[in-house]
C-alpha cells in the first residue's frame, strides 16, 4: 500500500491522522520481516520474538531525525545488537485482517502493545477534523523534528498499490528517482560529485545538486540506485524546482 499527497481542499471526512515516521517500510508475515522491495530483514531472533503470527505492515523506526541509523540497521545482514536496540516497529495496519480500516484498527489496538515487547507499538491515530487543524498537527509535528503527517481512510480495504486512501500531509513535495551519472563537481566540490543526473518515473530527466554532505559527495549514490528528493512545485517542463537529495532508498 502506497501514498498520495494530500493537498488543501481535499476532503478529511472518515480520515484517521497520525504521524509519518522517517524510516524503513516493514512488512511481517507472521514469521520474518521483509522491505517493501521483498527483501528479508535480518533482525535479531530476540527482536520478533513474542510477535504475533497475524501479519503487520509497519515502519521500522530510530526515531525523529535518525533515519540514517535506521536504514543501515535494517540494510546490514550480519544484525547488530546495540543498533536493533534502539529501533522500534511501528505497526499501522494488519494486511490479512478482513474489514475496513476502521475495523482494522480496532484489531490492531487490541493486538498490540504488548508489555513485554515495548519496541512493538501501534502507530497513534486520532480522527481528522478540519484543514487547519491539520496543519497546526502537521506545523507542531515538523518543530518537534517530525517529517510529516499520514491520512488513512476508514472505510478502505486493504490493497497494494497507491490511492487517495493513503495520503502523505508534509511541508513539502518529495518523490523518488533513478541515478543515472555523477557529474563531475566544480569550485570546492572538485575532484568529487558536483550532482547526480537523475530520471523520474515520468522520463524526466534532471540535475540533482544540493541537499548533500560533503560525505556524500565522496561517496555518492551508486548508478541504478533510487534516490528521494524534496522540491517546491514542478516548472512547465516538469521539471522539479529547487530540488534537493534526502536519502537513497535502500528498501526499493
Known sequence: MLAEVWRPGMPLDGYWVSEKYDGVRGFWDGQALWTRGGERI???????????QQPMDGELWAGRGRFEHASGTVRS?????????????MAFDLPAESGDFDHRLQVLQRLLPIKAIPWLEPV???????????????????????????LHRGSSLYGAGRS????????YDDAEAVVLAHLPGQGRHAGRMGALQVRTPEGVVFKLG?????????DPPPVGSTVTYRYNG??????????RFMRVRTDR
Not at 77 to 86: L, N
Open 124 to 150: 497513534r491515530q486520532e480522527r481528522a477534523t478540519t484543514a487547519e487543524a491539520l496543519r497546526r498537527q502537521l506545523d507542531a509535528t515538523v518543530r518537534a523534528g517530525g517529517e510529516g503527517l499520514m
Open 210 to 218: 544540493g541537499g548533500f554532505t560533503d560525505a556524500q559527495r565522496d
Open 164 to 171: 487517495a486512501d493513503l495520503l502523505k500531509v508534509k511541508p
Open 234 to 243: 514542478l516548472t512547465a517542463q516538469g521539471v522539479p524546482r529547487f530540488a
Open 42 to 52: 535480518a533482525a535479531p531472533a530476540w527482536f520478533t520474538a513474542g510477535w504475533p
Open 77 to 89: 545482514q550480519a544484525p547488530d545488537d546495540a543498533a536493533w536496540r534502539a529501533m522500534r516497529f
